[in-house]
């Protein structure tokens, strides 16, 4: 049900994907889609979840460029998996609490993500001067965000490599000039 909701999501949007189509495109009967995930939102969220690839530790790396090369290429393997659907959630009506919610979740995990990513690299290598890690951490969850993967990899024709290359750059002038 989950790799039908998420073909659906990318190609029909959130509006657009109905409880009734996932289960026809899934061979489910419509009680079961329901009684599965009790809501589109929930549907949606454990899309996102199913689709996301396995997360490589990257503890071990005590180079600092290695580190910050192997986090950003993992996190755009992420948005490649997963960017479709957190945009469709994105751009579910306001009027959708629950969709409101998990597009939340999605934010606040990923702001987390950019934070720590910031701390782990700063162990490696101190911040230049007069930088803050808040502010480090701002450009990591804006250069990584579904948003600007798509226009860039979607949109503009980038590949992956170049925009994890790109941005693995933009961060790394962030945190250490």
Do not use: C
């Amino acid at each position: 049900m989950t790799d039908a909701a998420a073909q659906l999501f990318t190609s029909e949007g959130y509006a657009g994907t109905t409880m009734e189509a996932v289960a026809l495109a899934s061979g489910m009967s419509v009680q079961g889609v329901y009684f599965a995930f009790q809501t589109k939102a929930n549907l949606l969220q454990e899309a996102i979840a199913a689709a996301a690839p396995e997360q490589t530790s990257r503890a071990a790396e005590s180079d600092p460029d290695l580190f910050l090369r192997g986090v950003v290429a993992d996190a755009v393997v992420v948005l490649g998996a997963t960017g479709a659907l957190a945009r469709a959630v994105a751009s579910a009506p306001p009027a959708d609490r629950a969709a409101a919610e998990v597009h939340q979740r999605l934010e606040v995990q990923r702001s987390r993500q950019a934070t720590t990513l910031v701390q782990q690299a700063r162990a490696r290598r101190p911040l230049a001067a007069g930088v803050t890690p808040k502010r480090v951490s701002d450009v990591a969850f804006a250069l990584l965000s579904p948003q600007l993967h798509a226009v860039l990899v979607r949109g503009r024709g980038w590949s992956s490599q170049r925009y994890a290359a790109w941005a693995t750059e933009a961060i790394s002038r962030a945190l250490w000039g």
